[in-house]
């Protein structure tokens, strides 16, 4: 039977699968901890360069990773406000200078086995079991891949391959791609119902850095939250033990006093730390003697998020198993902790209050001169921001009656949308003068601006803000797609009041039958997995037995067991003898006989093999074993 000449198809498809690899190795990267712009385009750019035919030789990609390499630094003082990069960027870019260096089936086997390293670092900061699913997947893909390889690799090798040629792999290919995918998947379940979610914050390492800030950080910039109103990363969940809470709740984050023109921060923020553990009183006596209705609510944090508690209402008590509590100026509330394990904390908050404009002060807070002016700062101002201001308001209205109005003119006058292609030299003027259409932070932005434009002090504040979703086991999950931001105005004898300038209802994500279906599917899962395995915190996470074993003494046996081991298992080398009775039996698995205990090789059958193997066999003729292995060599390849 003629040999087949080997198909050009194998590579091909070897290299498609990589690219598929290599597509999905984004995706999780941009799932767990986001991708930039910049990476995103260097990697397509890298792509379709390498689609187009362009390869670079060896010393041209070791120029260019130097050139990545050398590039780190110069953006880190230069371009680090520019975008957002971290390690996994730079990691995804010497991936694709790979990609564009590898001609051989090996060089794409090296960038295959890249992908799995950049996925697994890529979930040092897991948030949710979606992502460990897609690596399941992804793994189950590799697995494909690397088969692939391996039969270039024999291809390139095996001058004449007689192996499906290949399209004709297809078939097979698609049934192991399936197999593996079953029980990488049933693997994966099991492993992540039974093991501790996230391994790393058990060993107590500390990545920070590389966590991912779900909804806000401790800075606004216009046009950041917008990018994450289709975010579904579970961000916390809370159970509520006492009260009724109402539809929609606001969940309080952080407030920001400063304002540069387009981003919010908070320069002169001072904090305070509590002395106790455990239950903590935050609230004056004043304010725990009103009436009213209290909100009494767990939650679990499930995502990195500076750390901050989030408070319904007026806060009045805080319980905080682990760790200590710091408390701002601003009324924002952070846990300070030594261990990586997210917060876990129970908080008690006055909601008694009917009016649409609740207060998030407490009822005996002041508002000194100093903190008066840095709530009413504006370094930079249009002046056609202040005459829209005064158009808006007009004249003899109190400070509660401008909140009113400028509110309900941005509601009005002025469109929702999550890409409003706002510029980013005057992002207020634009969005107040040319678009007249924004997300959130332009509205709390816009309103902020305005009031102190006349004087009255505001300031923005960022959370979440949502309709409660369904519950599971009592346990609503709060996405990062309800991130929200509104302004918070000082009344003279009220305190803090809430507004929110953004249109009714355009905060709350529009999704189809089938997607709210699929989000609440992945609800109950996520509250499964955290009640298997604790929590963030790391409570009620199983610990495996420990046994109390002095195993010291065990070096003293270990040179003992490598020298046995050693002994028993290294290969002898073969004298003739052996060689040719290795040889004999060779030449019998290709002839298919088979011969019985005690049967001669004679009684076998008489043929120029059998005398040159008793030759090589009992006379340790080395010329006879040199036509021992010609003969059979010449007779299986008779027999292929």
Same mark, same amino acid.
């Given at each position: 039977?003629?040999?087949?000449?080997p198909?050009?198809a @194998?590579p091909r498809?070897?290299?498609?699968?990589v690219?598929?690899?290599?597509?999905?190795?984004l995706?999780?990267v941009?799932?767990t901890?986001g991708?930039?712009?910049p990476?995103?385009? +260097?990697c397509?750019l890298i792509?379709a360069?390498?689609l187009a035919g362009?390869?670079?030789?060896?010393?041209?990609?070791?120029?260019?990773l130097?050139a990545v390499a050398?590039?780190?630094?110069?953006?880190w003082?230069?371009f680090?406000?520019?975008a957002?990069?971290?390690?996994?960027?730079?990691?995804?870019?010497?991936?694709?200078?790979?990609?564009?260096?590898? =001609?051989?089936?090996?060089?794409?086997?090296?960038?295959?086995?890249?992908?799995?390293w950049?996925?697994?670092?890529?979930? +040092?900061?897991s948030?949710?079991?979606?992502q460990?699913?897609?690596?399941a997947?992804l793994?189950?893909w590799f697995l494909?891949?690397q088969t %692939?390889?391996? %039969?270039?690799?024999n291809?390139e090798?095996?001058?004449?391959?007689?192996?499906k040629?290949?399209?004709? %792999?297809v078939r097979?290919?698609?049934g192991?791609?399936?197999l593996?995918?079953?029980?990488v998947a049933?693997l994966?379940t099991g492993l992540?119902v039974?093991?501790p *979610?996230?391994?790393?914050?058990?060993?107590? +390492?500390d990545?920070?850095?590389?966590r991912?800030?779900?909804?806000?950080?401790?800075?606004?910039r216009?046009?950041?939250?917008?990018? %994450?109103?289709d975010? *579904?990363?579970?961000?916390?969940?809370?159970k509520?033990?006492q009260?009724?809470p109402p539809?929609?709740? =606001?969940?309080?984050?952080?407030?920001?006093?400063?304002f540069?023109?387009s981003?919010?921060t908070?320069?002169?923020e001072?904090?305070?730390?509590s002395?106790q553990q455990?239950?903590? $009183?935050?609230?004056?006596?004043e304010?725990?003697?009103k009436?009213?209705? *209290?909100?009494?609510y767990e939650?679990?944090?499930?995502?990195?998020?500076d750390?901050?508690?989030?408070?319904?209402?007026v806060?009045?008590?805080?319980?905080l198993?682990?760790?200590?509590?710091?408390?701002?100026?601003?009324?924002a509330l952070r846990q300070i902790?030594?261990?990586s394990s997210?917060?876990?904390?129970?908080?008690s908050g006055?909601?008694?209050q009917?009016?649409?404009?609740?207060?998030?002060s407490?009822?005996?807070?002041t508002?000194s001169?100093?903190r008066?002016?840095?709530?009413?700062?504006?370094?930079?101002?249009?002046?056609?921001?202040r005459?829209?201001?005064?158009?808006?308001v007009?004249?003899?209205v109190?400070?509660?009656e401008?909140?009113l109005?400028i509110?309900?003119?941005?509601?009005?006058?002025?469109?929702?949308s999550l890409?409003p292609?706002i510029?980013?030299h005057?992002?207020?003027m634009d969005? @107040?003068?040319v678009t007249?259409?924004?997300h959130?932070?332009? +509205?709390?932005?816009?309103?902020a601006?305005m009031l102190r $434009?006349?004087r009255?002090?505001?300031r923005?504040v960022t959370?979440f803000?949502?309709?409660?979703?369904?519950?599971?086991n009592g346990w609503?999950?709060?996405r990062?797609?309800s991130?929200h931001?509104?302004?918070e105005?000082?009344?003279?004898?009220?305190g803090?009041?809430?507004f929110?300038?953004?249109?009714?209802?355009?905060t709350q994500p529009?999704?189809s039958a089938?997607?709210?279906?699929?989000?609440?599917m992945q609800?109950?899962?996520?509250?499964?997995?955290e009640e298997?395995?604790?929590?963030a915190?790391?409570?009620?996470r199983?610990?495996l037995?420990?046994?109390?074993?002095?195993?010291r003494?065990?070096?003293?046996l270990?040179p003992?067991g490598?020298?046995w081991?050693?002994?028993r298992?290294?290969?002898a080398?073969r004298?003739a003898?052996?060689?040719?009775?290795?040889?004999?039996?060779?030449?019998?698995?290709?002839?298919?006989?088979k011969r019985a205990p005690g049967?001669t090789a004679?009684?076998?059958?008489v043929?120029?093999?059998?005398?040159?193997y008793?030759r090589?066999r009992?006379a340790?003729d080395?010329?006879a074993?040199?036509?021992?292995?010609?003969?059979?060599?010449e007779?299986v390849?008779k027999r292929?």
């Amino acid at each position: 039977m003629p040999l087949r000449k080997p198909s050009s198809a @194998l590579p091909r498809i070897q290299e498609f699968a990589v690219y598929l690899l290599i597509v999905g190795t984004l995706t999780l990267v941009a799932m767990t901890d986001g991708l930039p712009w910049p990476t995103l385009a +260097f990697c397509v750019l890298i792509a379709a360069l390498r689609l187009a035919g362009l390869t670079l030789s060896t010393n041209a990609g070791c120029a260019l990773l130097v050139a990545v390499a050398a590039g780190v630094p110069v953006y880190w003082f230069f371009f680090r406000s520019f975008a957002s990069l971290n390690v996994k960027d730079f990691l995804l870019a010497v991936l694709m200078v790979f990609l564009l260096s590898a =001609r051989t089936g090996k060089d794409f086997a090296a960038v295959s086995s890249y992908c799995i390293w950049i996925m697994m670092a890529s979930l +040092f900061p897991s948030s949710g079991p979606q992502q460990w699913f897609v690596l399941a997947g992804l793994f189950a893909w590799f697995l494909v891949v690397q088969t %692939l390889n391996e %039969l270039r690799r024999n291809r390139e090798q095996i001058g004449e391959w007689a192996g499906k040629d290949g399209w004709a %792999l297809v078939r097979p290919l698609a049934g192991f791609a399936l197999l593996m995918t079953v029980g990488v998947a049933a693997l994966a379940t099991g492993l992540y119902v039974l093991l501790p *979610r996230n391994p790393i914050a058990s060993m107590h +390492f500390d990545f920070q850095p590389f966590r991912r800030l779900v909804g806000f950080s401790g800075s606004v910039r216009l046009g950041e939250i917008g990018q %994450l109103q289709d975010d *579904r990363t579970p961000a916390f969940r809370v159970k509520f033990l006492q009260g009724t809470p109402p539809s929609a709740v =606001r969940w309080r984050g952080v407030a920001l006093g400063d304002f540069n023109g387009s981003v919010w921060t908070n320069s002169a923020e001072t904090w305070t730390e509590s002395p106790q553990q455990g239950k903590i $009183t935050i609230a004056s006596d004043e304010q725990r003697r009103k009436p009213g209705e *209290r909100l009494f609510y767990e939650v679990q944090t499930l995502a990195s998020m500076d750390r901050v508690l989030f408070s319904v209402g007026v806060p009045e008590y805080v319980y905080l198993p682990q760790g200590r509590l710091r408390l701002n100026s601003e009324g924002a509330l952070r846990q300070i902790a030594l261990d990586s394990s997210l917060p876990l904390y129970s908080l008690s908050g006055w909601t008694g209050q009917s009016e649409s404009h609740p207060v998030s002060s407490d009822a005996t807070a002041t508002l000194s001169e100093e903190r008066r002016q840095r709530y009413t700062r504006l370094l930079y101002l249009h002046p056609r921001i202040r005459e829209l201001a005064q158009d808006v308001v007009g004249a003899g209205v109190q400070p509660y009656e401008i909140a009113l109005r400028i509110e309900d003119h941005l509601r009005s006058s002025y469109g929702y949308s999550l890409d409003p292609k706002i510029g980013a030299h005057e992002p207020l003027m634009d969005f @107040l003068f040319v678009t007249r259409a924004g997300h959130c932070e332009y +509205f709390a932005s816009a309103m902020a601006v305005m009031l102190r $434009t006349m004087r009255i002090p505001a300031r923005v504040v960022t959370g979440f803000y949502s309709t409660l979703p369904e519950p599971v086991n009592g346990w609503h999950v709060i996405r990062s797609s309800s991130a929200h931001s509104w302004v918070e105005v000082w009344i003279e004898g009220r305190g803090w009041v809430v507004f929110d300038p953004t249109p009714a209802g355009s905060t709350q994500p529009k999704l189809s039958a089938a997607m709210q279906w699929f989000v609440r599917m992945q609800d109950r899962f996520v509250v499964m997995s955290e009640e298997w395995m604790g929590g963030a915190a790391g409570l009620k996470r199983p610990a495996l037995p420990k046994l109390d074993v002095d195993w010291r003494w065990l070096w003293g046996l270990l040179p003992l067991g490598l020298a046995w081991g050693a002994w028993r298992y290294w290969p002898a080398k073969r004298d003739a003898r052996h060689e040719a009775t290795h040889l004999y039996h060779k030449y019998l698995r290709a002839a298919k006989a088979k011969r019985a205990p005690g049967q001669t090789a004679r009684e076998l059958g008489v043929s120029e093999i059998v005398f040159a193997y008793e030759r090589a066999r009992f006379a340790r003729d080395t010329a006879a074993l040199g036509t021992l292995k010609r003969l059979v060599t010449e007779f299986v390849e008779k027999r292929v």
